[in-house]
């Protein structure tokens, strides 16, 4: 830590410290005994490699420090005991410095506070994040009935190996004898709340803490109800959960590793937001400092939204189901690129309410994607979806599924292809963290925004997923964004009905401007939000043929035109020209194409952009309030197919307005691409990702640099400089990206280069 650094640390810590004499003086017997008799708070959610953590332990009844076991994990490091610190010997409040040395590497970090002992023990959680979480599901049903403990040993070895640093321990009520073990279904650990479960001293659940806690590795819980008990009705499940919580929480809540709770139960639409409310407020019940961590899938994009309002929620691990999508009842069968679209489509939602967000690659095979006969896919299908989750922006980390069950389970079965997925898993994590750290640091400030609706399903596939494919072909990085209800309209079946004020401060704040894809209307929530959004300076731009109409807005005047003909694909409509030129493009080019679903308006003359042979206008934009609508008649996959400069114009103009300028433009870019891109104030970054089977050339042009001045071109995988030019010499860089490989660059002055 540098001088400056250690200061304002330090500055921190006195800061800190004296608002902790003033809560001791003032607030000092306020917190009380339904509280859990501890409690503990940390002044950051996350924090930077080498920082500092200030630790708060407040005690219902005044205890001695010597009485206060307090400890934090650190992944790869293990289990560190703290000291707490307080004005008296006997006290109800403490303080603690968890410094820069056991925050220098990645991970959660867990601090567990515990006084007393026997039925008088009482345990307290709380956590933060250093760095980013590589998270796998530890299928603990699948150990064998004998060694189990050394093949947790040998797993987690192999796991932490490769970064990992924290695990779910999942399916803990499962049939062993599936899997090569000698029981029926039964709880892995000694349960009185289960019918069926193990002795004692074969409690999985206690054998693998006590290894995390040697290791310093987070673990989560995972809680399903009672699937020993074939008699269990639906209407009792929630019961069965809420007892299992309770019980773990008493027999495992002292292990220093133990994080939180993670639901079995999974899910694909809003239906599941009401569950996971439920299963949420049970666990923090026990103690608030609890972390719960929920995997849904994504069907219906506005669950994403729904579950960023619960409270009680703190980690969302959404599916990337790529591998599953090849499923015999499924079939969707997904490009790898869709792993950053899901992903910032979970992000997009949980940055707005600060909630832990980890993406997902899944290792499993199916039918043509399946490597021998095994629950496994190969090298490609692996690595792809790397660069893909890390080409997004804003998630904290990403999981595995998994590690366990479709690498190390199958290693004594199918050797080669193991050691090839595990090789896929460390060329993928090299090419994660590179394109995390390096091009994916920033927003794109183009967000592609989801709006409530009644059929959204439908939209994602038809309208949103067309829209970022286009996007990709363009060469162009974005971010998705889903509906977020405003709180206290959470609560599902019921509509929303009002802006979330949240959600149009936060797409201010972050100078996005907004995106809507072939979106026909808006009910009041969204319809008010984005009008206020514009009417306080922000920028839409909405691509067609259906442009939207709102409950709460007036169309004419929110996008400056009338439709003067509605959806159509006529050959009247063919042919569009530019009558207000932008950067790459000239005052009377001209496009023809054939008949084509879009729409014609009838604009003021000095906003019309470009139009078609009768005089209505295709492209046209309007100045409202403070801000500024776009509006492009045909589909952006249209658009971006027959005009895509005059589109690349249209993207530029509306951030400027946001004051934001992209540093590159990208041509070549093929539909199953990622491309992510950074620019400081003089220096540029940029990744394209393939997953094509066949290479695929590119032609990247800068356009921020100065003319005169000299610049480093700089291979990101290599460290090797390139070239050293000045900014009038990179007009162009052709760059070849090969099949199932991914390029990245960076462009910096000369003199910032050691």
């Not at 990179?730 to 280069?753: C, H, K, L, M, T």
Request: proline fraction near 6%.
């Amino acid at each position: 830590m540098n001088g400056k650094n250690k200061q304002v640390a330090m500055l921190k810590k006195l800061i800190y410290t004296g608002i902790i004499l003033i809560v001791f003086t003032s607030c000092n017997g306020m917190l009380k005994e339904s509280d859990g008799g501890l409690v503990i708070s940390i002044d950051a959610k996350r924090i930077p490699y080498g920082g500092t953590a200030l630790v708060m332990i407040e005690s219902y009844k005044p205890v001695r420090a010597e009485d206060l076991m307090v400890t934090v994990t650190v992944p790869g490091e293990g289990t560190k005991e703290l000291t707490p610190e307080s004005r008296d010997a006997k006290s109800s409040l403490f303080h603690i410095t968890v410094g820069p040395d056991m925050n220098s590497s990645d991970g959660m970090r867990i601090i567990t506070a515990v006084t007393g002992h026997g039925t008088r023990q009482v345990v307290a959680k709380a956590s933060y994040l250093a760095g980013s979480v590589i998270a796998d599901y530890t299928i603990m049903t699948h150990f064998p009935d004998m060694g189990t403990k050394p093949a947790m040993n040998d797993y987690l070895e192999q796991f932490t190996g490769l970064g990992g640093n924290l695990v779910v321990l999942h399916a803990n009520i499962g049939a062993e004898a599936v899997w090569g073990g000698s029981t029926g279904i039964k709880a892995v650990w000694p349960s009185k709340v289960c019918i069926k479960s193990a002795s004692p001293e074969h409690d999985r659940i206690e054998m693998m803490l006590d290894i995390t806690d040697s290791l310093g590795i987070p673990a989560l819980i995972s809680v399903s109800w009672d699937l020993s008990n074939p008699d269990l009705r639906y209407e009792n499940y929630m019961q069965s959960i809420e007892a299992i919580i309770d019980e773990q929480w008493k027999m495992y809540g002292h292990h220093p590793s133990l994080a939180g709770f993670y639901s079995y139960q999974e899910g694909s639409g809003t239906y599941l937001a009401g569950y996971i409310r439920e299963f949420c407020k049970s666990v923090k019940k026990q103690s608030r400092g609890l972390l719960t961590m929920c995997s849904p899938n994504i069907d219906d994009p506005l669950l994403a939204g729904y579950l960023a309002m619960i409270e009680d929620l703190d980690i969302v691990n959404y599916q990337a189901p790529i591998m599953t999508s090849y499923r015999s009842d499924n079939r969707q069968m997904y490009p790898n690129c869709r792993v950053r679209d899901i992903t910032s489509l979970s992000s997009g939602a949980t940055r707005i309410t600060d909630k832990i967000t980890l993406s997902h690659v899944e290792f499993m095979g199916y039918h043509e994607n399946k490597t021998g006969d095994s629950y496994l896919t190969g090298y490609d299908n692996i690595f792809n979806q790397f660069p893909s989750a890390a080409s997004a922006y804003g998630p904290d980390g990403t999981s595995f599924f998994s590690y366990f069950s479709c690498i190390f389970f199958n290693q004594a079965k199918l050797p080669e292809e193991t050691a090839t997925a595990v090789q896929a898993i460390k060329d993928g994590l090299k090419a994660y963290n590179l394109i995390r750290e390096t091009t994916s640091t920033e927003p794109s400030r183009l967000a592609v925004y989801i709006p409530y609706a009644d059929w959204c399903i439908e939209r994602w596939q038809n309208c949103i997923t067309p829209a970022l494919d286009a996007f990709r072909q363009l060469g162009v990085s974005y971010d998705v964004l889903p509906f977020v209800p405003k709180k206290g309209e959470e609560i599902l079946p019921f509509y929303p009905m009002n802006k979330n004020p949240e959600q149009a401060d936060y797409l201010l704040q972050n100078r996005y401007v907004v995106i809507l894809p072939d979106i026909s209307g808006m009910q009041e929530t969204d319809s008010e939000m984005i009008e206020d959004f514009v009417r306080r300076g922000g920028v839409v731009i909405a691509f067609g043929p259906r442009i939207p109409y709102g409950d709460r807005f007036d169309r004419e005047k929110l996008w400056g035109a009338r439709e003067s003909v509605p959806v159509q694909s006529s050959r009247y409509y063919n042919r569009i020209t530019v009558s207000k030129p932008g950067a790459r493009t000239y005052k009377g080019q001209s496009w023809s194409f054939g008949p084509i679903a879009s729409t014609a308006w009838i604009p003021e003359k000095e906003n019309m952009i470009a139009g078609f042979p009768d005089g209505t206008a295709s492209v046209f934009s309007n100045e409202y309030g403070e801000g500024k609508t776009y509006v492009v008649t045909m589909s952006a996959r249209n658009a971006v197919s027959i005009c895509p400069d005059l589109v690349r114009d249209i993207l530029d103009d509306a951030l400027a307005c946001r004051d934001v300028y992209r540093p590159f433009d990208v041509y070549g870019a093929a539909g199953n691409m990622d491309i992510s891109m950074n620019g400081g104030q003089s220096s540029y970054t940029i990744s394209a990702a393939n997953y094509n089977s066949r290479p695929v050339d590119l032609v990247i042009k800068p356009l921020l640099l100065e003319p005169d001045k000299k610049y480093k071109l700089i291979d990101l995988k290599s460290g090797e400089v390139l070239s050293e030019k000045t900014g009038s010499g990179y007009r162009s860089i052709p760059v070849r990206v090969e099949s199932n490989d991914f390029s990245a660059f960076g462009i910096e002055p000369e003199s910032e280069q050691n």
